[in-house]
């Protein structure tokens, strides 16, 4: 408890003032807002107002479905940047009314209604119930004279009721419980690792199962305390005189994720290479480019599809990162090298991060020209927890951008196609930035800045649509620039767990793409748990073999790890027409492509707390296994489910205990589903509707469905397929090439436009 000493208790040193009563409430119409003044104690006469502090709130509402508050106390405070990018929708303006009841600001899908009683009650309403609540000793100014662990200053808190059985997500990448409920979580980006309460992307946003979000628009940090300090209340708040929120509208999880990345920002598409097996040197291990082509041709000899290579910190020479030069004693011939990567089909991606090390050749120069971060006394902030006098580049500062960047371009010009940004989170806040930024604001925002820009640059020279980072630190809005993976975890099956809820929340904070070392990073992983992590890496959005200080090529383990990346890279590959569709989803609705089961089954409480197991995307339930005998425990939602894998079916609602040799895991696809299954599994990028098959599985009588598959390096295509009692129907009309329709065994075959008919096959 930040604040209080219990229920009755406030801590020593802590002088709170709450927000009791309704003295007025005012309105601009032109603005869209509604504006209260609630004193802090109650005004029973006129003198009562003399000497009593007040807290003035502003309700607006940028979008549909959508209602900002700001509480302040004193608003004269200097507001320092950075601030979140928030847009809305243009020329929105709610319906405000104000009578001796109530001050009610309708959103057109959330209603926020300012009770005027005796007592303080600010009611969220969709859909005629109230979702949330501001009730008494809800809004509070609290200053503290130091001391009793709670440190000298002042803040400003807000408490939302949660309901009996309610459950809150979210808050960024955390690798702890998925369900918040009962946490405090302080959002500072740290590198931490996964094992810990820190985390490298912090969201101050968060999601109810009760079908409603909220997003603390702070990007320093938010303590949230999650039915902790009060048991039926979320507390989040923020150091100074003001806070800012908004309560984002559902009803149902998917449609707060719509209208919250419509705010903070979509994830940008990604091109479809991305989507491919991405192996990487390691990060300490020896390597040169004889050992690079060991590799990529042990993997083709074992009909291992890659797609991206990645080299790891090492190509730079060591005390010099980063100054963006390859280490000669190894790569005396880095254009070449980079040539013959491409000639294979091969993209390029290589590390950097926002440090320039004092030997870096870049150091003196950035220190000479400003573009690094200053401490208060004018000097260069600098420290040796990562390279030896390392200053960081100040991303606030346009020409310093533009220098780094500059950087860039050369690799870019040598053949280079995208980049990890790693780090970040280690970003100091007794300092000072070029254009003034709060040091506070900055520490997680910094992540924002690092990786817009390099993204951004990608964007200018691949083009729209072909950019892509394999990113680590982030926070709210970070999502635009994907990919994110999740960080340094150790090679366990116990990590393989927490990366899994890191991957989740993430998920439920707005994230569309999310991946994470295969294997586990640090340490070495015993056969069975590289086995077992291949199915789930697989089974991403994105996958990658990365580890530490060994290498994660699946024959430095045994035979069958061969024969278990082989299996689900060609599995992988194969879902590309759905894969892709998802992958739209993400871009254009905010909905991510990995999806916990309360986002995509929302309705079924049984999948509200699990946590080792996920959707990916509508279709394909995903249960990795974290047991060294192979035993798995997962929920099975309503209906018979099929295994991808080998056809059995699970009927549900129920928990089904079962046991998977390494090359399975439980994979199986929703009823009433047709799944597009593509006609190679070598590459991602092919065309995805020639040859594809429409593999139909537990088609209710009477369905009637459209399946539209993209096009990748082709034509798009759209399929309606109905079920009239034994038969299944396809048609197309513009189907680019050979299609199939698959159902209960049996196959039907056709070409370009047409339409086939399984007969006495029921659904499949």
């Known amino acids: 408890m930040k604040f209080t000493d219990g229920h009755w208790l406030i801590r020593k040193g802590v002088d709170p003032l709450y927000a009791v009563e309704v003295d007025d409430i005012r309105v601009d119409e032109q603005a869209g807002t509604m504006t209260v003044y609630a004193p802090t104690a109650h005004v029973e006469r006129r003198g009562n107002t003399i000497g009593r502090p007040m807290v003035t709130l502003t309700y607006s509402a940028p979008a549909p479905g959508v209602v900002k508050v700001r509480a302040e106390h004193h608003t004269g405070a200097l507001r320092r940047g950075p601030r979140f990018t928030v847009t809305g929708a243009d020329g929105f303006r709610p319906l405000i009314t104000v009578d001796d009841e109530a001050g009610v600001l309708d959103a057109q899908g959330l209603v926020v209604r300012v009770g005027r009683g005796k007592s303080w009650q600010v009611d969220f309403e969709q859909d005629g119930r109230v979702a949330t609540s501001s009730l008494r000793k809800s809004v509070g100014v609290m200053s503290s004279e130091g001391g009793h662990g709670v440190p000298a200053g002042a803040w400003v808190h807000e408490q939302l009721s949660i309901r009996p059985g309610e459950r809150i997500y979210g808050l960024g990448e955390r690798f702890g419980a998925f369900v918040k409920n009962g946490q405090v979580v302080d959002t500072w980006n740290e590198d931490g690792g996964t094992a810990s309460e820190q985390a490298y992307k912090n969201v101050p946003f968060y999601l109810s199962n009760r079908g409603y979000g909220v997003f603390v628009a702070h990007p320093e940090n938010v303590s949230f305390e999650v039915g902790s300090a009060v048991n039926s209340r979320v507390q989040f708040s923020v150091a100074g005189q003001a806070l800012e929120y908004y309560v984002i509208a559902g009803p149902s999880p998917k449609e707060v994720l719509t209208r919250y990345t419509a705010l903070t920002g979509r994830p940008a598409r990604v091109p479809a290479w991305s989507f491919g097996l991405w192996l990487s040197t390691s990060f300490t291990t020896s390597y040169d480019e004889s050992t690079v082509t060991g590799f990529i041709d042990g993997m083709a000899r074992r009909d291992l599809p890659v797609s991206v290579f990645h080299f790891d910190s090492f190509w730079m020479r060591e005390y010099q990162w980063c100054d963006f030069e390859w280490d000669s004693r190894t790569f005396p011939d880095p254009e070449g090298m980079l040539a013959r990567l491409h000639e294979r089909g091969l993209k390029v991606c290589v590390w950097i991060n926002p440090y320039l090390g004092q030997r870096s050749a870049l150091f003196e120069e950035g220190a000479a020209k400003g573009y690094l971060v200053h401490t208060p006394d004018g ?48 970003i100091p806040t007794e300092v000072v930035w070029h254009d003034g930024s709060d040091p506070r604001k900055m520490h997680n925002y910094y992540a924002q800045l690092y990786n817009e820009a390099v993204f951004r640059l990608l964007e200018r020279r691949r083009g729209a649509g072909e950019a892509v980072v394999f990113a680590r630190s982030a926070t709210a809005g970070g999502q635009r620039l994907p990919v994110h993976w999740g960080g340094d975890s150790e090679s366990t099956y116990a990590s393989m767990a927490e990366s899994l809820r890191g991957g989740l929340s993430l998920a439920m904070s707005g994230f569309g793409y999310w991946s994470h070392d295969i294997g586990g990073f640090e340490g070495t992983p015993d056969p069975g748990v590289f086995k077992r992590w291949l199915a789930f890496g697989l089974l991403s959005s994105h996958s990658r073999l990365h580890g530490s200080t060994s290498v994660r090529v699946p024959w430095a383990f045994d035979d069958e790890a061969v024969a278990v990346a082989r299996r689900f890279t060609h599995l992988k590959l194969s879902l590309m027409p759905y894969l892709g569709r998802l992958s739209e989803e993400a871009h254009t609705t905010g909905v991510p492509m990995m999806r916990p089961l309360v986002l995509e089954l929302p309705e079924d409480r049984g999948g509200h707390e699990a946590d080792t197991q996920y959707m990916l995307g509508d279709a394909l339930l995903v249960a990795p296994v974290f047991d060294g005998e192979g035993a798995v425990e997962y929920y099975v939602p309503e209906g018979t489910w099929t295994s991808l894998l080998d056809g059995r079916r699970v009927h549900g609602p129920r928990w089904v205990r079962e046991v998977h040799p390494f090359g399975s895991l439980p994979l199986l696809v929703r009823p009433g589903t047709v799944l597009p299954v593509g006609s190679r599994s070598d590459r991602p990028e092919y065309a995805w509707a020639e040859g594809v098959v429409l593999r139909c599985f537990e088609l209710p009588d009477g369905y009637d469905g459209e399946v539209t598959v993209p096009g990748g390096s082709g034509t798009a295509a759209t399929f309606r397929i109905r079920r009239d009692g034994d038969d299944v129907l396809a048609s197309t009309e513009n189907a680019p090439g050979p299609w199939s329709l698959e159902a209960g065994g049996r196959e039907a075959h056709a070409n370009g436009a047409s339409t086939v008919t399984l007969t006495g096959r029921g659904s499949g």
């Open 379 to 426: 000097g260069v902030w600098q420290w040796d927890q990562w390279q030896a006098g390392m200053g960081l580049v100040d991303f606030t500062n346009p020409d310093a951008t533009a220098w780094y960047l500059s950087r860039l371009e050369r690799l870019l010009d040598q053949g280079v196609d995208c980049f990890k940004t790693d780090f970040g989170e280690r």
